[in-house]
């Protein structure tokens, strides 16, 4: 079983919906990462979380330390949105991340 | 701010030639990492630094594969001899742990 475990592992909306990814995580952590990556394309940030929840535009994270879960929320998802999105968990003082294997995000006109 | 270079973006090569990548994080980041992204799989860490020491280097193969951190700066990765099985795309990405961490653009290797 991975320490990081995301789903769904491909999810397809249509634009405007709603739309949640979700990621646990089996080990003690020091922070969340979620990450876009794009197709071809380099990952970006998109949160940090140690705690609660953070909101960036359209994009909304939230975590739960106790259930050691986290989601990504999406909401008037736009076809721009489609690309992996990419959950890790950071260990340790230095950070040491360990990745989920992604959610293939697809969101169709 | 500038962000996290790479190069080169693209290196083809045939199994058992060199190659080596080098990026140069962000100006004042004292953690530098290292992944392999095979295609269709999330990111494995090839080796850590903080500063100029290597803080963890456990998924590193080193018989082929070799990082350094050149005055906790610049670092470069070099794989010699390249198997088929290299092919992927080598991110470097660098934080100020504990701020958010920044990718590179990655350097897509692709050995025939």
């Known amino acids: 079983k991975n320490e990081v475990e995301q789903s769904p592992q491909n999810l397809t909306a249509q634009e405007g919906e709603f739309i949640t990814i979700n990621c646990s995580y089996s080990v003690g952590i020091s922070a969340l990462h979620w990450l876009q990556q794009h197709p071809g394309g380099g990952i970006v940030s998109l949160f940090m979380l140690s705690s609660g929840k953070k909101k960036h535009g359209r994009l909304i994270a939230t975590i739960n330390i106790q259930e050691k879960h986290s989601s990504l929320h999406i909401t008037a998802s736009h076809p721009r949105d489609s690309a992996v999105y990419i959950c890790?968990?950071?260990?340790?003082?230095?950070?040491?991340?360990?990745f989920g294997k992604g959610t293939k995000l697809s969101v169709k006109p | 701010e500038a962000g996290v270079a790479q190069s080169p973006r693209y290196k083809i090569i045939e199994k058992r030639q060199s190659v080596a990548f080098w990026c140069n994080p962000i100006?004042?980041?004292?953690?530098l990492y290292w992944y392999q992204q095979i295609l269709g799989q999330g990111p494995k860490l090839l080796i850590q630094f903080q500063n100029n020491g290597v803080v963890d280097d456990s998924q590193l193969p080193k018989d082929r594969f070799s990082a350094e951190r050149l005055k906790g700066v610049d670092s470069t990765l070099k794989i010699q001899p390249a198997k088929l099985e290299d092919s992927a795309v080598y991110l470097c990405?660098?934080?100020?742990?504990?701020?958010?961490?920044?990718f590179g653009a990655g350097s897509r290797l692709t050995v025939l």
């Open positions: 990405a660098s934080s100020n742990w504990p701020n958010v961490l920044t």
């Open positions: 890790a968990a950071a260990r340790g003082s230095q950070g040491n991340l360990i």
């Open positions: 100006s004042g980041h004292a953690t």
